[in-house]
């Protein structure tokens, strides 16, 4: 079975450091592109990124480009989001999911994360 | 301001059929990528619903269907049940943007 596995809920302050993860398994993980999207609290999905596991060509959408980082180890199979300096915007939802053929399929489970002082 | 454009809100009575509109242009949908639909039920992870504007996955329901014609696309759903209370999504590939793009989400009423 296909499956992205997230890391947990986490909570931050402004300024910290964090780095969460995307765990897939039950395919090849260097077949298929892996995107993040962000949900904010009632509001909609919003791509932030992809990258290729195979050789971690990664690409942003503008919204997001110099923000965060996305990365892959393919050794492990697990893909990253992570941010240098939280803000409490970034407080969110943050889903993976495996993109093939333009669409997106399945996804993890997301990771809630809160940034509050 | 979410690139492809749906209606906030739809409604409808159990057993009914409700249609949700989803408004692109020349550089996505109109330039003849395919759309894609997602469910979001509430506090789960999207799922996957419609694929390439009118396929649906192994274990979708065939009471949800899709289509596209030009720049927009629509997805159907006949015999509504109290179940399919959720968010709706499309999404599709933009030409200047790369890897996909979302609508800014439906919320399905059954009442």
């Known amino acids: 079975e296909v499956q992205l596995v997230q890391s947990g809920a986490e909570v931050k302050r402004p300024g910290e450091s964090l780095k969460i993860s995307c765990k897939a398994s039950?395919?090849?993980?260097?077949?298929?592109?892996i995107g993040w999207v962000r949900q904010m609290a009632g509001k909609g999905l919003e791509l932030m990124g992809v990258?290729?596991?195979?050789?971690?060509?990664?690409r942003y959408s503008p919204t997001f480009e110099g923000q965060v980082t996305i990365s892959a180890d393919k050794s492990i199979t697990t893909a990253y989001l992570q941010w240098s300096s939280l803000e409490a915007s970034d407080t969110a939802m943050y889903y993976c999911?495996?993109?093939?053929?333009?669409?997106?399929?399945?996804w993890g489970q997301g990771s809630l994360v809160i940034v509050s002082s | 301001q979410s690139v492809l454009t749906q209606p906030p809100s739809v409604s409808g009575a159990p057993g009914q059929r409700v249609t949700i509109s989803c408004t692109g242009s020349?550089?996505?949908?109109?330039?003849?990528?395919?759309v894609q639909w997602y469910q979001q039920l509430p506090k789960t992870a999207p799922k996957l619903l419609i694929y390439?504007?009118?396929n649906r996955p192994s274990g979708v329901t065939d009471r949800f269907s899709g289509s596209r014609s030009g720049a927009s696309a629509s997805l159907a759903i006949t015999g509504l049940q109290a179940e399919d209370e959720a968010d709706y999504y499309c999404?599709?590939?933009?030409?200047?943007?790369?890897?996909?793009?979302f609508g800014g989400g439906t919320k399905l009423t059954v009442l």
């Open positions: 999911a495996i993109v093939a053929g333009g669409r997106f399929d399945p």
């Open positions: 039950g395919y090849n993980f260097t077949n298929n592109w």
């Open positions: 990258i290729d596991p195979k050789d971690s060509d990664t």
């Open positions: 020349t550089s996505n949908i109109g330039a003849g990528h395919g």
């Open positions: 390439d504007d009118d």
């Open positions: 999404q599709s590939y933009d030409d200047g943007l790369f890897g996909g793009v």
